[in-house]
């Protein structure tokens, strides 16, 4: 079935560890996006990318890094992880400026 | 001591009523709108979409409405069913900003039998 796919599915981790939430997608969508979602605040975006070799920051970048070498996948790392980012991540596409097409999300909590 | 936590509005619909969840945006250069739903656990799904020139889209169940002078949009959602309750929420973009949206908080609805 065609779509976006996320890993880990759920994450605890330690301060200040290193950590990278994959996304893959299989639709041949052009952008990709990251997204934070926390209770009240709503859908956030952390970084996007137009198109392969590009990013771009959004509204919560810091402490976040993403890269887009293909088409295909769309990493987000946590250099040093702060309990700050405890939070739900969901993996986005889309083909131009169309609809957002999002994963199934990565629940993670930093301790 | 007791620790409070941030609660969405919740809209409780009887089954078979027709239900509206509102939105309000704050952008008058959004010109794209968009209505999803959230269930428990999964990734947020499209419901429907409507773009500036047009005040009102339907779709099967569900009706969109724009109304750009008071900056509001509002999901009509007939004859609700349980497997509509989630956290439904609208997202807007402006022409300028390419893909990146712009997303609400979101409601709850939730179905009683």
């Known amino acids: 079935i065609a779509g976006i796919t996320q890993a880990p599915t759920s994450q605890i981790l330690a301060a200040g560890r290193r950590m990278t939430l994959r996304c893959t997608q299989d639709m041949r969508h052009n952008a990709m996006y990251w997204y934070r979602q926390d209770l009240g605040l709503g859908l956030r975006l952390i970084h996007y990318?137009?198109?392969?070799?590009?990013?771009g920051k959004g509204e919560v970048p810091d402490g976040y890094s993403v890269s887009r070498a293909n088409t295909d996948d769309f990493p987000l790392t946590l250099a040093s992880a702060v309990p700050s980012q405890t939070s739900v991540y969901f993996c986005?596409?889309?083909?131009?400026?169309?609809?957002?097409?999002f994963g199934e999300g990565s629940r993670l909590t930093v301790l | 001591g007791e620790s409070v936590g941030l609660h969405l509005p919740t809209l409780s619909v009887q089954e078979g009523d027709n239900s509206i969840i509102n939105c309000a945006y704050s952008?008058?250069?959004?010109?794209?709108f968009i209505w999803y739903k959230q269930e428990s656990g999964k990734g947020p799904q499209f419901i429907i979409d409507?773009?500036?020139?047009?005040d009102k889209r339907q779709g099967q169940r569900v009706t969109v409405l724009l109304n750009k002078t008071v900056k509001h949009l509002s999901l009509q959602i007939a004859a609700t069913q349980p497997g509509d309750s989630a956290v439904y929420f609208c997202a807007e973009r402006a022409t300028d900003s390419w893909g990146k949206f712009q997303f609400g908080a979101g409601t709850q609805v939730v179905v009683t039998p």
């Open positions: 986005a596409s889309s083909r131009g400026t169309g609809e957002l097409f």
């Open positions: 952008n008058s250069a959004s010109d794209y």
């Open positions: 990318s137009n198109t392969a070799g590009t990013t």
């Open positions: 409507i773009r500036s020139n047009m």
